[in-house]
């Protein structure tokens, strides 16, 4: 069992429970880091109980970090762990399918609670920490989402663009500070993100995905590289290009065919 003079240091990632934040807190276990996690379900429990499996301490945390109450309770559990943070990967996030006019407005509000406002609340305490004592690596996960107007999934990319505008500019802001920040940007990643969102019976819900620990090993290295953003996969890495020179009306018009419900039977 590592303990703190032993590992490397401590890594915190959000949205850990599952999915893509689960294999990016794998990484950062097998690369001898300890953890602290949250989600907001009780199933984190068991993600750090899979966790403590490559020999690290877990300290997990079920949270709802949509609220700034949430984000002060796991502030303040990982400070009571008396450890500076040298890692925090803000992956928490969730996706909302249709059209705008038809969601349920409390869940518009979650959705950018979750992604932005409380993203924002964790890295304003971690980062200062961490500019303070002149050290830590910060990930985003971002989405190539955020490169286009999301027709049917209209809150949800716009949350993402933001993130990915947002990371960059922090990036620049604490250049010479000590502390990097860098953006993974996947795209369409085999997680439970897209029946959450309810988004199954869309073209995008069906569509052939990404491996979320072939996801979470490329934005863990970029972290570990101090890079700015790296989106995954090449397919992707094509699309975020192609996004970059094509109208942002016509790309609405395209999220339509992705994203509209029942769009997965045309
Ligand atoms: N899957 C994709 O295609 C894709 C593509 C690009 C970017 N992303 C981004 O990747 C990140 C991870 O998503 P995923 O695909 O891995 O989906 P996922 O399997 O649904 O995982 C989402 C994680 O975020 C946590 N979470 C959601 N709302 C929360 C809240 N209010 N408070 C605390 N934890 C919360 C979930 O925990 P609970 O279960 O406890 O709520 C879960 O651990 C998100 O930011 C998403 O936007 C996903």
């Not at 379900?41 to 966790?51: F, G, H, N, R, S």
């Not at 920040?181 to 996947?186: K, S």
């Not at 052939?208 to 979470?216: G, H, I, L, R, Y």
Request: charged content about 25%; proline content about 3%.
């Amino acid at each position: 069992m590592n303990s703190a003079e032993t590992s490397k240091g401590l890594a915190v990632v959000t949205g850990a429970s599952t999915g893509i934040g689960y294999e990016l807190a794998k990484c950062a276990a097998q690369d001898g880091y300890d953890l602290a996690i949250a989600a907001d379900e009780p199933q984190v429990q068991e993600a750090a109980m899979k966790l403590r499996e490559f020999g690290v301490e877990v300290e997990a945390m079920q949270a709802d970090l949509s609220t700034q109450d949430g984000v002060r309770r796991f502030v303040a559990g990982i400070s009571a762990l008396g450890r500076p943070v040298d890692l925090l990967m803000a992956n928490a996030g969730r996706g909302l399918g249709k059209g705008f006019l038809d969601e349920d407005i409390h869940e518009v509000q979650r959705v950018i609670d979750t992604n932005i406002s409380g993203t924002l609340a964790l890295v304003h305490d971690i980062g200062n920490r961490m500019r303070a004592r002149g050290r830590g690596r910060i990930l985003f996960t971002g989405s190539i989402a955020g490169f286009m107007p999301g027709t049917f999934q209209a809150v949800y990319n716009g949350t993402k663009a933001f993130i990915n505008s947002f990371s960059l500019a922090l990036r620049e802001e604490l250049k010479d500070t000590g502390v990097t920040v860098t953006c993974l940007m996947p795209g369409a990643t085999d997680t439970e993100f897209f029946e959450r969102a309810g988004l199954t019976d869309t073209k995008l819900g069906q569509a052939k995905k990404d491996d979320p620990a072939f996801v979470a090993k490329i934005g863990y290295d970029a972290m570990m590289d101090g890079e700015g953003d790296v989106v995954s996969g090449w397919k992707n890495k094509l699309m975020s290009a192609a996004a970059n020179v094509t109208p942002a009306g016509m790309l609405a018009k395209q999220h339509r065919k992705m994203a509209e419900p029942g769009s997965a039977k045309n």
